[in-house]
C-alpha cells in the first residue's frame, strides 16, 4: 500500500506539479490586450474574398447536409448554416460597399430564420407524436 502511494506522490511531484507550473505561466505571461489588437489587425485586413469563400464553404456545407441527412432536425440546422452563409455574404458586401443595406437584410434573414425553425419544429413535433420518429419520409404521408 506504501508504494502505491509513493508511486502517486512521484507521479505528482515530477509530472503533473511541473505541467500545472508551466501552464499557470503561460497564462500568466499572455498579454491580452496585444492578442486583442492582433485579432482586429487580422480580421480588418481580411478582403472580401475571404468572406466569400467562408460563405461558400458553409453554403456548400450546409446544401450537403441538407441533401443527405434523413432526420429533420438535422435537416433544419442545415438549413440554419445555408442562412447564417447569406449572412457572412450580406455583412461582407455592406462592408466592402460601406453600405447598410446588408445588414438590414441580415436583421431580415434571421427574422426568417427563427420562423422557419418554428415552424420545422412543429412540423417535427407532429411527426413525432404521430408515427414516433422524425424521418423526412414521413413526409409521404402527409400528403393528401
Request: hydrophobic content about 60%.
Amino acid at each position: 500500500m506504501q508504494e502505491m502511494f509513493n508511486t502517486i506522490e512521484r507521479i505528482f511531484s515530477d509530472l503533473l506539479f511541473p505541467l500545472v507550473e508551466r501552464c499557470w505561466n503561460a497564462v500568466c505571461a499572455f498579454d491580452l490586450l496585444a492578442f486583442l489588437r492582433w485579432s482586429v489587425d487580422f480580421v480588418f485586413h481580411l478582403s472580401l474574398t475571404h468572406y466569400l469563400l467562408l460563405g461558400a464553404a458553409l453554403f456548400t456545407i450546409g446544401l450537403l447536409g441538407v441533401l443527405t441527412r434523413r432526420n429533420l432536425i438535422a435537416a433544419i440546422i442545415s438549413i440554419e448554416l445555408m442562412l447564417n452563409a447569406a449572412n457572412i455574404n450580406f455583412l461582407a458586401f455592406a462592408q466592402y460597399f460601406g453600405d447598410a443595406t446588408g445588414s438590414i437584410m441580415v436583421i431580415f434573414v434571421l427574422a426568417l430564420a427563427a420562423s422557419e425553425v418554428a415552424v420545422g419544429l412543429a412540423i417535427a413535433l407532429a411527426l413525432y407524436r404521430a408515427h414516433g420518429n422524425i424521418d423526412m419520409e414521413q413526409f409521404q404521408k402527409l400528403r393528401g
